[in-house]
């Protein structure tokens, strides 16, 4: 029997379903081997040589497949159908030969396909290949590129930027979209503009809304009306005068269905309806490729095979009627400069089942799976016809002209199943239905009303309107935008509210750095135009090593450059090019530079582990900082909640995040008293909901909870890591701590209830937190193929799913309790592909 590696288990069981019992199934768990995270993995000097490793949990994956093909002489490598697909499938032959485990007879042969479906499969076992060299290659320099870029620019942050993670070469430059468009925003003058609207009523009664679209016989675009004034007299103009309906134009209009889904609009469009992150869309996908429900979902492609368009039309005839199917097929142009790599688009694996008939049972396979359903029929459904129509209402003299649109839909075609979502709804005037009018009718005014508008400015990025850029301007591929969006986050460069994307100051900070250090680096039409060369290696029109080789020739000289400036020569240069943004002019004309507190230090960009801030330069008289977005933003938090015992109780946002504190800082009190406000996870509150009584209360940390029978005071207070308990034996070299769960606790907690913790502690000091044993949140079972509890864990960055000694953290934004075995083994399966067993701390990594 052959053996078949594919990377999962769930992969493999569908599979295994469809080969039977003549085949031997097992997954790899994705990448056997990688470069070990230390520097020499990538050796330029030799020929870009690259040492690879096993992973630690990888080995025993390894070893199954090579004790099966003891018994099985043939090796079948199916992968998924990219150029990670290929990578996977070309390690673990390399790792086999290794081993000799395969041996000069042993057949070895890669197969593809690109759904799960029996005759799918049944046909790629028919159609074996060999593995696909260029695309390997293509992988290979890809991997070289990050390696390099994040081990050689990395430390140069780390010295340079203390509190600076790591930088890489698509995220950073991902990273320089996002803070450049908050610059935008801080940079913005709103400005003011009105608009005038008019209810007007036909003869027999029914009204329409009409706009202002002429004034003193001169057209009028956006900006014309800019203040109150301009916009009264407007509204005496309509006033004052008779209207009637100069033309009535109605037009026949069409709309077309969007093309089926490729990865970067499934990751658009699942955020725009469901609020969906990059990387949940795409496990959630994955999962349903591994079921068979869908064809793979990494993919730029949006062309659908031919059997797969007949299949559409016949459901969408059976289900919605004749008039529904175009006369021809329609035909979606293929956008993907790399053919290679360019895999069908994003459909069912069989058009006659909706959602309710698979009987999908998790929550978020269900929405998935009915959005690409609903998507793909509808691509292939006729056009929608619609009926637009223009009104032009004026008056006799033609000073005044007002304007009315609308639309009625004649056949709903496509829209009958599904329409695009949009990233930044806006009401559209076209889009409402108006009654019957006349030409040559009178128009009776029935109200005028004058309305004010401010300029916007641009939208920050959400997750989707970030893919969407990211592919605009040719940046990352469809297999990268997840992890790339995710990493960013991750290592606390953005942050995420509202489905809206911020920098931090940290962030900023870094790419303030690379943009006047390594300009070149986080260009965008440079990383373009080097995808660009990528590509053209899985298309074998380039040679990798000589890529490399440009590149790092460079890169090299601007690392050597860079690594010899002092960390005060930075921070010097970035004040210099930043003044205009850091120092805005200030309203009364004095200088931005002075401090705003003591009024003799000058404001210099400075550094910490959290980022960049503005402090000032007379420290340590002067403690002043703020954050690098202005005085706004430290301004805007500084708010008076009341007094207490005759001091001022304040409410302020620093680096750190909100606080409270008792009293201004004075010559003789050059510390007050300050407390963080507890994080939600802690069952905080937002900074907007504080008030003084909580504020006071928080202020009156830490609390004596009483005296340890065996010898000193237990206390209770608010830390770093949210409210704990301490105590210190009169013996003992150091305190001993306890994590509570909410911060209500530190106010409540009991002697005895402090003391039964702390001895559990003592009894066990490896466990975090204090106590017993953690209870689960969830249980979900027993491992299906390898035994043992998988449970669903609070820890303390959040929720993680355990099983035995691999911890693997959930996706944000997915609740404890909608995980499920399902989700848990492939968040395992990912947790053991990257080689670690303990859960993800974060850490300085390339």
């Known amino acids: ?451 004010q508008h401010f300029t916007q400015p641009p939208p920050r990025y959400t997750e989707a309107t970030l893919v969407k850029r990211m592919e605009e301007l040719g940046i990352g591929r469809p297999s990268t935008y997840a992890s790339i969006v995710t990493t960013i986050q991750d290592r606390e460069y953005v942050r995420k509210d509202k489905n809206r994307l911020f920098p931090e100051d940290k962030g900023r900070i870094v790419t303030i750095f690379l943009l006047n250090f390594f300009r070149k680096y986080v260009g965008y039409e440079f990383t373009a135009n080097l995808e660009g060369e990528l590509d053209d290696i899985t298309a074998g029109e380039r040679e990798w090593k000589d890529v490399l080789g440009r590149f790092w020739r460079d890169f090299k000289a601007q690392i050597d450059d860079t690594t010899e400036l002092r960390i005060t020569e930075v921070l010097d240069k970035l004040d210099a090019a930043l003044a205009p943004q850091l120092y805005p002019p200030r309203e009364d004309g004095s200088d931005p530079r002075v401090c705003p507190k003591c009024g003799v230090g000058q404001l210099h960009l400075k550094t910490s582990r959290t980022g960049g801030f503005i402090g000032c330069g007379n420290y340590p008289e002067c403690n002043y900082t703020r954050p690098i977005a202005g005085e706004g933003a430290d301004d805007a938090g500084d708010v008076i909640l009341g007094t207490d015992a005759g001091d001022d109780i304040l409410l302020r946002s620093g680096r750190f995040g909100p606080y409270v504190q008792r009293g201004e800082a004075t010559p003789e009190n050059k510390k007050p008293k300050r407390s963080s406000l507890p994080q939600t996870r802690h069952g905080g509150w937002d900074k907007e909901a504080t008030t003084l009584p909580l504020a006071v209360q928080l202020l009156s940390l830490p609390r004596n909870v009483g005296e340890h029978p065996e010898g000193g005071r237990i206390s209770a207070n608010l830390g770093r890591f949210g409210p704990y308990i301490m105590h210190k034996l009169p013996e003992a070299e150091k305190p001993t701590y306890v994590n509570l769960k909410q911060w209500t606790e530190m106010f409540e907690i009991g002697m005895n209830h402090a003391v039964e913790l702390l001895a559990e502690k003592r009894a066990n000091p490896g466990r975090r937190g204090g106590a017993a044993a953690a209870k689960p949140l969830h249980e979900l079972g027993e491992h299906p193929q390898r035994g043992g509890p998988v449970n669903v864990m609070d820890g303390r960055y959040g929720p993680y799913v355990k099983w035995e000694k691999v911890n693997a953290t959930i996706t944000k934004g997915v609740e404890p309790a909608d995980v499920t075995m399902e989700m848990a083994l492939e968040l395992i399966a990912e947790r053991e592909a990257k080689g670690g067993k303990k859960r993800a701390t974060k850490k300085k990594s390339a």
Not at 160 to 185: D, F, H, T
Not at 205 to 219: C, I, N, S, V
Not at 333 to 353: F, G, L, S, V, Y
């Open 1 to 451: 029997m052959p053996v078949v590696v594919v990377e999962s288990p769930a992969k493999a069981k569908t599979i295994n379903k469809y080969l039977g019992k003549d085949y031997t199934v097992l997954a790899s768990y994705g990448h056997v081997r990688d470069l070990p995270p230390k520097d020499g993995s990538v050796l330029p000097d030799q020929s870009f040589e690259m040492k690879w490793e096993i992973g630690v949990d990888s080995r025993k994956h390894v070893k199954a497949i090579a004790d099966a093909l003891k018994d099985d002489n043939a090796l079948i490598l199916a992968t998924d159908p990219d150029r990670e697909g290929e990578a996977i499938s070309w390690h673990l032959e390399e790792a086999l030969r290794k081993r000799k485990a395969i041996k000069k007879d042993t057949p070895v042969s890669r197969v593809v396909f690109n759904a799960i479906t029996k005759s799918a499969v049944t046909e790629a076992m028919q159609n074996p290949r060999d593995v696909d060299v260029d695309l390997v290659e293509a992988y290979l320099a890809r991997r070289a590129l990050d390696y390099l870029v994040g081990f050689n620019l990395s430390p140069v942050l780390w010295r340079k930027l203390p509190g600076a993670r790591s930088a890489g070469r698509v995220q950073s430059v991902c990273l320089r979209l996002i803070v450049e468009r908050e610059m935008e925003i801080e940079a913005f003058n709103a400005q003011e503009y009105w608009s005038v609207k008019a209810v007007l009523s036909t003869p027999r009664g029914q009204d329409f809304e009409a706009r202002l679209t002429m004034l003193a016989g001169d057209k009028l675009d956006k900006m014309s009306i800019t203040n109150e004034t301009q916009a009264e007299l407007a509204v005496q103009a309509i006033q004052s005068r008779d209207l009637t309906v100069n033309s009535v134009e109605a037009k026949p209009a069409a709309r077309n269905p969007s093309p089926p889904f490729m990865t970067s609009t499934l990751q658009q469009e699942a955020s725009r309806k469901f609020g969906f992150g990059a990387r949940q869309t795409m496990s959630t996908a994955q999962r349903l490729y591994e079921a068979g429900h869908i064809t793979y979902m990494r993919t730029d492609g949006i062309d659908m095979a031919p059997e797969a368009v007949h299949a559409a039309r016949d459901a969408i005839k059976d289900r919605y009627g004749a008039e529904y199917v175009p006369s021809s097929p329609r035909m979606y142009k293929n956008k993907a400069k790399n053919a290679q790599e360019a895999h069908e688009c994003i459909r069912p694996t069989d058009m006659t089942k909706s959602a309710d008939k698979l009987r999908i049972s998790e929550p978020d396979q269900r929405k998935l799976y009915d959005l690409i359903w609903k998507r793909t029929l509808a691509s292939q459904m006729e056009a929608a016809r619609l009926e637009r129509t223009t009104v032009d209402v004026g008056s006799a003299d033609g000073q005044v002209g007002l304007r009315a649109t609308g639309q009625v839909v004649l056949f709903d075609g496509f829209m009958r199943v599904y329409e695009e979502g949009r990233d930044d709804q806006v009401i559209d005037d076209d889009d409402k239905r108006l009654p019957a009018i006349n030409q040559g009718e009178p128009a009776a005014k029935q109200s005028v009303t004058p309305e």
